[in-house]
């Protein structure tokens, strides 16, 4: 059994502002795919310019907020939040929705894509290959909070959080780190790396993500407020089922087409 290691969530203290670890973790994903961009584009993947990029993060970053502040209220706490309307914007109290981020994401790469006069998914194909490491920093950041953790187990690695009662319980946070964060990553950089179809680097992020956080939903306690939704599944695995059946239509799709190989 081990004992958590009892992070301080506050990563900095300027008089009166605090600046937590769980901020730092969103700020250091975007600055990853800035980063990993800029050197998918000097390699050729794709002929999006610079300018392209820091335009496509920052309207990513809206959409990100907005999208993951509605997911989360309208998915997981409706009846909440369609009766105090106004605490939707409370976003400093926590809750964000990791399906609501990726609809808000995907919206402003449709408009950023028609408004260019792009193909959407040459778009998704650049940047699907660099979410997982912004994801890894994110469960970071839920691991060093001490929330989301898992179910009871007695497994050797079982870790005692400070809010969770006095019983041993699955570092999912880690585990989703790892699966939906870092090999995710490492697997869709090196898929990319090769010339494929258009859509293909897309489907592949989508049924990655999806089948890696259905099956580490099983570790994690589901929320104390909604428990286990339906068929014994959590909302997390309801919500990623769809991932993963539009990944695979999507490369389902991309393997027919006869258009010549992409990339991006």
Not at 27 to 48: C, E, K, M, P, S
Not at 57 to 84: D, Q, W
Not at 113 to 137: K, Y
Request: proline fraction near 6%; avoid cysteine; charge should be positive.
């Amino acid at each position: 059994m081990l004992q958590y290691p009892q992070i301080d969530p506050v990563a900095l203290q300027l008089g009166p502002i605090s600046i937590h670890w769980y901020g730092l973790m969103y700020l250091l994903g975007f600055a990853a795919v800035w980063l990993l961009g800029r050197r998918r584009i000097r390699q050729g993947h794709t002929d999006l310019t610079l300018r392209d990029l820091e335009d496509i993060i920052f309207y990513s970053v809206i959409g990100v907020i907005v999208g993951g502040r509605l997911g989360y209220a309208l998915l997981y706490k409706p009846g909440h939040y369609l009766s105090h309307p106004l605490e939707i914007l409370h976003i400093w109290e926590g809750g964000m929705s990791f399906h609501g981020g990726l609809i808000g994401v995907l919206a402003v790469l449709f408009w950023y894509s028609w408004r260019r006069g792009r193909h959407f998914l040459d778009i998704a194909d650049f940047i699907a290959p660099m979410i997982p490491l912004g994801l890894a920093a994110g469960r970071w950041g839920n691991f060093v909070n001490g929330e989301l953790w898992g179910r009871v187990t007695d497994l050797p690695w079982g870790m005692v959080f400070p809010h969770a009662g006095p019983l041993p319980r699955h570092p999912s946070q880690l585990y989703e780190m790892m699966l939906e964060g870092l090999l995710l990553f490492a697997f869709l950089w090196w898929y990319s790396s090769s010339p494929r179809r258009r859509g293909q680097v897309s489907g592949m992020f989508l049924a990655g993500y999806g089948t890696a956080r259905f099956f580490v939903e099983f570790t994690r306690e589901p929320d104390d407020f909604l428990g286990l939704v339906a068929a014994g599944l959590s909302m997390g695995q309801l919500l990623s089922i769809p991932m993963v059946l539009a990944g695979v239509l999507i490369l389902w799709k991309s393997a027919g087409r006869s258009s010549p190989a992409r990339t991006d």
